[in-house]
Nanobody, 127 residues
Framework: QVQLVESGGGLVQAGGSLRLSCAASGRTLSSVAMAWFRQAPGKEREFVAA????????YYADSVKGRFTISRDNAKNTAYLQMDSLKAEDTAVYYCAADAVATAQRLAKGVLIDDYWGQGTQVTVSS
């Protein structure tokens, strides 16, 4: 079992930045692949970014590439999503996910096997 708690969401103007955090407990972060997904009102959940267990390889949705950065601090058992140059279309509830089996590459394709989710944090970007 993995428990995930997101924080760091809020209201920001377009062009601004936010950093989301995802604190994990229950097992060490290095044993799971981590990812961020988001869901905007009336839309399906979509992949944002993923990071592998050990190598730190990262994967991004085309819509956020070059603006968002996913990272992890295994010593703190915390993953992060740095979001820069935010746009109104980034407005959504952001969810942290961990998978004990699937690789980060598979998470990037929406393939989840032994997945755990946080409660979500709202990000609102005003234009």
């Amino acid at each position: 079992q993995v428990q995930l708690v997101e924080s760091g969401g809020g209201l920001v103007q377009a062009g601004g930045s936010l950093r989301l955090s995802c604190a994990a407990s229950g097992r060490t972060l290095s044993s799971v692949a981590m990812a961020w997904f988001r869901q905007a009102p009336g839309k399906e959940r979509e992949f944002v970014a993923a990071i592998s267990r050990m190598s730190g390889a990262t994967y991004y949705a085309d819509s956020v590439k070059g603006r968002f950065t996913i990272s992890r601090d295994n010593a703190k058992n915390t993953a992060y999503l740095q979001m820069d140059s935010l746009k109104a279309e980034d407005t959504a509830v952001y969810y942290c996910a961990a998978d004990a089996v699937a690789t980060a590459q598979r998470l990037a394709k929406g393939v989840l096997i032994d997945d755990y989710w946080g409660q979500g944090t709202q990000v609102t970007v005003s234009s």
